[in-house]
């Protein structure tokens, strides 16, 4: 029952593996990516608003 896995077999497992953490953690990506675009919009317009200050 606990014997050696074969060389496919492994790979399988490591693929099934990374595409499970990438699902799981695929929300937490998204939020992360939303946040960097309102950031960098807000800088955008901070930045536009001291420029039309001076």
């Known amino acids: 029952?606990?014997?050696r896995?074969?060389?496919p077999q492994m790979i399988f497992a490591s693929i099934l593996g990374v595409a499970g953490g990438i699902y799981?953690?695929?929300p937490i990506f998204e939020q992360?990516?939303?946040d960097q675009k309102i950031l960098k919009e807000?800088?955008?317009i901070v930045q536009?608003?001291?420029e039309?200050?001076?």
């Open 1 to 3: 029952m606990f014997g």
């Open 5 to 7: 896995l074969s060389f």
């Open 24 to 26: 799981i953690y695929q």
């Open 32 to 34: 992360y990516s939303r």
């Open 42 to 44: 807000k800088s955008q």
């Open 48 to 50: 536009e608003l001291k």
């Open 52 to 54: 039309k200050k001076n």
